[in-house]
């Protein structure tokens, strides 16, 4: 009995051990499975600003702007991507936005919680893959592409939180977002036919929405009443197109076409009732049926259709340490309009018409370096432009970078929506802060109903809406003709579209080079025209850039096992417009910058940074801006400077306590006045019979900021 007892429990202790062991490795390989081709992966971003900004001016002595000198942003935002994979041929994916105001903590409604990407992708095979809802793409400079800002060695300080406020927008460098089917595939066929890469999209580009025309989110110029004033679309608008390309000997040889065509959806169309504007006074008593966004020039249907060859010459020739390569792309636009139906003077009704406008574009790109291993390396990048004034290509067109006022933004009032040309605009604030939700302040302080309406303001009413110059909006071709007239010329004199600016001709031409990773050294010279002045009294238009700057490691120089770095840069733009009678008019505007990072712990550090505009302007008016100008600029100085410790974790996390100020100096012309004075501030006063007025303001910055991505 006692060795069978002894056999029995021997036997179930084996039973036991050998189950344990089996779940074991049934839990390891569902690991195993999650962790490669089945299960969830996890990712995604943290952001957090803790953020005050004071306003002053010497020049409010009396005390007029009754409005708050200080403003403070504080929030959180937290994006969760999710990667759901049932199967090895299907993905799901989604990303959640979480987002809370620190200063409204005790208040649920002030949560948010929004699904900001969604998608389903997945492949069959090894050569075709698919995505269902939101994708990015980028095909080329003439077709899809999200022009940006380049600044040379940006100060780390300054880039930092750039990088911050377009990440808040979803923006990953030059691509577009869109919603929609993207269906791909390649096909490797043999080393000298090379490999064949077929693509499809159709897309929503905007839908119909019905949005406040007096709200600041969703309107380039609340309650104006000027064409393209209104982000709102009265139909859905698509993109249908696709692209083809063949990368034959070895893939060092390039041709592409891309077709595409832009639309509206007029079966869509769709109409709200409105009070009537007569006179700039508003009717309550009676209503009018209206288009949802009446400032539009009519339904879209452009077609876009892009040739490209190209080779890697580097590649072809196989020479050590050389790269070259080059890229030509022709692009033409067909682009219908529609005039509709109207009465003419002598009572007669003109039907509806339609008129296509052909466009042309011409982008010629070389890229050429050598490097010596260990030693040295150069690069030189040329672009060649030739796009006539009719071109037109809204998805390659519309910049991701529109100028507007962030912080302290409860000071401009009435004049916020002029960006530009708002009184207390500066560059530096557009380019680097942003705000997910602000909620702005009443102009008067009364509670009842006309206290709260006269308390409205016209750039804005009085509700949440999100402070940010960064996006990835296709605009219409009105709201395009209306966005140019807006530019920072500090920024987007020459090329405001980018590369596929129409009216537009010209190079650019980049230089670069390296020594041993120590130093680094960049040179740019940038010469455009417009190719038809866009008025009969003009000859010509000229824009001109030029500009360098280096980065010196001062770590590797002193054999230091911290890092330390100083960068600085200068360019200078000219705008040069010549008539065909009078004075030539002109531009020019130097942009300086300086940058400084030092570590002094394994992860502990200091940085600085200091910037500085200045832009003459000038006597004539002939090429300001003209959105919200009455008195015309003279001159202006912007100096930006911030200093702080930052812990650094990788290249996107760290935490970051810095303080900075921001100092502007205008001066304008008022021989030449308007009758509002809207770009001038409202505590504006001069003594009799002076010709010009210098309006000086500083704010100044304290943020603590913490960006993870993971």
């Known amino acids: 009995m006692k060795n069978i007892l002894i056999a029995l429990l021997t036997a179930s202790v084996a039973a036991s051990a050998s189950v344990v062991a089996d779940n074991q490795k049934a839990l390891q390989a569902k690991a195993d499975s999650a962790n490669a081709k089945r299960g969830v992966e996890i990712g995604g971003s943290i952001r957090a600003v ?29 994006d969760l991507s999710f990667g759901f994979r049932p199967y090895e041929s299907v993905r799901a994916n989604v990303i959640m936005r979480l987002g809370g105001g620190m200063q409204e903590y005790f208040a649920a409604a002030a949560k948010t919680l929004e699904a900001k990407w969604l998608n389903v992708e997945g492949n069959i095979g090894k050569n075709f893959y698919w995505t269902v809802g939101d994708f990015r793409s980028a095909i080329s400079p003439l077709t899809i592409f999200n022009p940006g800002i380049d600044i040379m060695y940006e100060p780390t300080i300054f880039a930092r939180k750039r990088h911050m406020a377009q990440k808040e927008q979803l923006l990953e460098g030059n691509k577009r977002n869109f919603q929609g089917v993207n269906l ?18 159709f897309a929503r580009v905007n839908r119909v929405s019905v949005l406040d025309l007096s709200g600041a989110e969703g309107n380039i110029l609340p309650n104006d009443s000027v064409a393209g004033v209104s982000l709102a679309s009265a139909t859905d608008k698509w993109l249908v ?10 893939k060092n040889v390039y041709v592409g076409v891309t077709p595409m065509l832009i639309f509206d959806n007029e079966n869509s169309k ?118 006539d004034e009719k071109w037109f290509n809204n998805l390659a067109q519309s910049p991701s970078f529109f100028a507007q006022r ?83 010329p500090a920024l987007q004199s020459a090329l405001p579209n980018g590369l596929a600016t129409a009216n537009r001709k010209g190079f650019r031409v980049s230089l670069k080079g390296d020594w041993q990773n120590k130093i680094e050294a960049q040179a740019l010279v940038n010469i455009f025209n417009q190719v038809t002045p866009e008025s009969e009294a003009i000859d010509n238009v000229s824009y001109k850039e030029f500009g360098g700057g280096a980065k010196f490691d001062i770590a590797k120089f002193a054999g230091l096992n911290k890092a330390a770095e100083v960068s600085g840069s200068f360019k200078r733009s000219e705008n040069t417009v010549t008539p065909k009678a009078g004075t030539e008019a002109k531009i020019t505007s130097n942009f300086i910058n300086i940058g400084a990072s030092f570590q002094f712990l394994p992860r502990l550090g200091f940085t600085a940074g200091f910037q500085m505009i200045d832009t003459d302007y000038g006597t004539s008016s002939l090429i300001n801006p003209n959105v919200g100008l009455d008195v015309p600029f003279m001159k202006s100085n912007q100096t930006h400077w911030m200093v702080g410790f930052d812990y650094v974790v990788a290249d996107n996390a760290w935490l970051a306590i810095n303080f900075g100020m921001i100092n502007v100096k205008n001066d304008y012309n008022l021989a030449v006045v308007g009758e509002e004075l809207r770009n001038l501030p409202d505590y504006y006063y001069t003594v009799d019979g002076a010709t010009t007025f210098e309006h000086k303001f500083s704010q100044a910055i304290f943020e603590a900021s913490i960006n993870v991505e993971f």
């Open 270 to 387: 769709s109409y709200v009732y409105r009070h009537p504007v007569v006179d700039d006074v508003i009717n309550f008593n009676d209503y009018e049926r209206q288009e949802i966004n009446p400032y539009e020039y009519g339904p879209q249907n452009t077609f876009v259709l892009s040739a490209r060859a190209g080779a890697d010459v580097g590649g072809l020739v196989k020479q050590k340490g050389l790269s070259a390569d080059v890229v030509v792309e022709y692009a033409m636009s067909v682009n219908k309009q529609k005039t509709p139906a109207y009465v003419n003077e002598l009572g007669l009704t003109v039907p509806e018409a339609e008129e296509s406008i052909n466009g042309s574009a011409l982008l010629a790109t070389l890229n050429a370096g050598y490097e010596v291993e260990n030693s040295w390396s150069a690069g030189l990048g040329i672009d060649v432009v030739m796009n």
């Open 184 to 201: 791909q595939f390649r096909q490797e066929i043999d080393p000298m036919v090379g490999e064949l890469r077929a693509e499809a999209f």
């Open 406 to 488: 962030i912080l302290n933004s409860d000071k401009d009032g009435n004049t916020v929506k002029y960006g530009v040309n708002s009184p207390l605009y500066s560059t530096f604030d557009a380019l680097y802060n942003y705000s997910p939700k602000f909620s702005p302040v009443g102009r008067t302080l009364g509670t009842d109903d006309d206290a709260f309406f006269a308390g409205q303001s016209e750039s804005y009413n009085i509700a949440p809406y999100n402070k940010n110059s960064w996006g990835s909006n296709v605009y219409s071709a009105a709201q395009l003709a209306l966005i140019n007239q807006m530019i920072d």
């Open 50 to 78: 803790a953020q005050r900004s004071s306003f002053s001016s010497d020049q409010d002595n009396r005390g007029m702007n009754t409005m708050p000198d200080v403003e403070r942003n504080e929030f959180v935002s937290a």
């Open 241 to 250: 197109g696709g692209n083809i390309e063949l990368l034959p000997v070895q």
